[in-house]
């Protein structure tokens, strides 16, 4: 395509030919650009010479070397639209219109950057809703995956409304990983824990943690800092739009404080932005 020195407003032509349908005649391409059709014809009939339209009667066609160009600058073009557009919430056109811009400015890096998300934004879902831990294997694919993690206190009233966070919480790191193979799972990271009381400040370490899945319930000890839970345990997941997904679920833990153990439940939260990935 760079022997061929395609320009900037070509390329335009040639996505527009394809996104339309095809055999299209100089006044549809006028009326398309907001330009006369004496403008339109010049750029035509450079692409004639240059051999990547034909025409038949009034009417112009892509030939097979245009044709191969032409799908290419489509589906980089198209791909970099729906990216842009699932990350930032745009429209359509809005997101078209941007990635036109991108791709007149030859940035290529940023170009292949895009096209990289779009491989992971074309599965996701175009709507809120809620689903089953082992379709978001069908949604991402395999891969780890980085989420935010927060541990939540486990609070029975329904008049609260805003639910603080859970001692649990600073036994963790701020992240888990999100492992997708064939046998998912979720990695959470400890570390010691910290609680200051009456002016002294008791140091404490997380001993245990207890959830439940499909298959029943699981202790887990916490000794080597990662905790490698089932995916199952997180069994249903949201996806809010944008590419935000979450799942929350309750587990049990036993941490030791100074010379004591307290066992407690928490609501465990993880947060997954796929533009983020």
Known sequence: ?????????????????????????????????????INSKKILDRMVKLGVFYRENSKYNLTDVGKTIAEDIYSSIKA????????????????LYYSELLHQTNDTALVEFLNSKFEVFKNLPREKTVFHYKDLEDILGFGEYRLGFAVYKHSPDSEVSSIPLSMANAAFEDYAILHLCENSHISLYTKSLEQHQGGYRKHGNLLELIYVDEFGEHVVSTKDGEIKISLGAFDKWVYFGNGVFSSNSWFKSRVS?????????????????????
Do not use: P, W
């Open 1 to 37: 395509m760079e022997q061929l020195k395609i320009t900037s407003l070509q390329k335009k032509y040639l996505f527009y030919f394809i996104h339309l349908g095809g055999n299209m005649s100089i006044s549809n391409f006028a009326e398309l650009f907001n330009c006369s059709r």
């Open 80 to 95: 970099v639209s729906n990216a842009l557009e699932v990350t930032f919430n745009l429209d359509e056109a809005d997101a």
């Open 257 to 277: 404080i100074s010379m004591s153990n307290h066992t407690q439940k928490s609501n465990y939260l993880l947060i997954l932005n796929s533009s983020s990935i």
